[in-house]
């Protein structure tokens, strides 16, 4: 039986229905690179740094420079306090016969011996030469120690002088000889001076807010007549009135004491 034309056109048109199929099927896009996965870099660990914590105010200063002292004088005097337990527990000052020569303190609490020049002025060795020679005190025998009072727990003086191949040494801790305490008396004098000194040096390097204090306490020590010359002083309070690092209530007052002190001279 022959088909008829309907059954070819139904055959034609099956036959084309895969042929479509296969060219709706979508292509499979073309996948994207993968962006890179970044791995974070650890940090490094920092390391501990030690930052020097600031010091107490009663703390002892760490950088206090020791003065060397070349010596280029021959001394002939020599003085020295001695009292464990003081602020100064061992003072020493040696000079020549023009008055220059050095001072050594010991400052409870510290290991080294602070040195500084000295050069006293003609009014301090009028004066020490004057006890001196009132005593004889190169020839004499004379012991100064009042027999009946001992206050060696104040501090023991000793006092040598070297002078035309002769050399006297006494040692006291009160006396009622009026010159051998005018010796004591000046030699505290110097040394209130250069005690002084050491501090205010301390202060303005390490704790300048200490200086007013310390201005006031050189004179009231000026007022005492506890200072052997107080015009000595002068050159070193003038380099305080231009010095920054201090407060400017310590440099006025600085200036107020150098006139003070130019108009008791007149």
């Not at 479509?20 to 499979?28: E, I, T």
């Not at 002083?233 to 600085?254: C, G, H, K, Q, Y």
């Amino acid at each position: 039986m022959k088909p008829t034309f309907k059954a070819i056109i139904l055959l034609i048109l099956l036959s084309a229905i895969p042929l479509a199929l296969s060219a709706q099927v979508k292509k499979n896009p073309k996948p994207k690179p993968a962006a890179p996965v970044v791995t974070a870099t650890p940090a490094p660990t920092p390391t501990a740094t030690s930052t020097p914590l600031p010091g107490k105010k009663n703390e002892r200063p760490v950088d206090v420079k020791k003065t060397t002292v070349s010596k280029s004088y021959t001394p002939t005097y020599f003085y020295d306090f001695d009292r464990p337990g003081f602020t100064y527990s061992h003072i020493a000052i040696e000079h020549d016969a023009n008055g220059k020569g050095q001072i050594a303190l010991t400052k409870d609490g510290y290991d080294e011996i602070w040195t500084d020049p000295l050069q006293l002025t003609a009014a301090t060795l009028e004066k020490i030469n004057a006890a001196l020679a009132a005593l004889d005190f190169i020839n004499s025998t004379e012991s100064y120690q009042y027999p009946t009072r001992d206050y060696s727990h104040m501090g023991n003086m000793t006092l040598k002088v070297v002078r035309d191949g002769k050399e006297r040494i006494a040692k006291y801790n009160w006396t009622e000889n009026k010159e051998a305490m005018a010796l004591m008396d000046e030699y505290r004098r110097i040394s209130n001076e250069y005690t002084w000194r050491f501090e205010i040096i301390l202060a303005r390097e390490n704790q300048p807010l200490q200086t007013p204090g310390l201005i006031e306490a050189i004179a009231a020590y000026i007022n005492r007549k506890e200072i052997s010359d107080p015009p000595h002083l002068i050159p070193f309070l003038t380099e305080l009135t231009t010095d920054e690092r201090l407060p400017l209530m310590a440099r006025n007052r600085a200036a107020k004491l150098i006139e003070q002190i130019n108009k008791k001279k007149k």
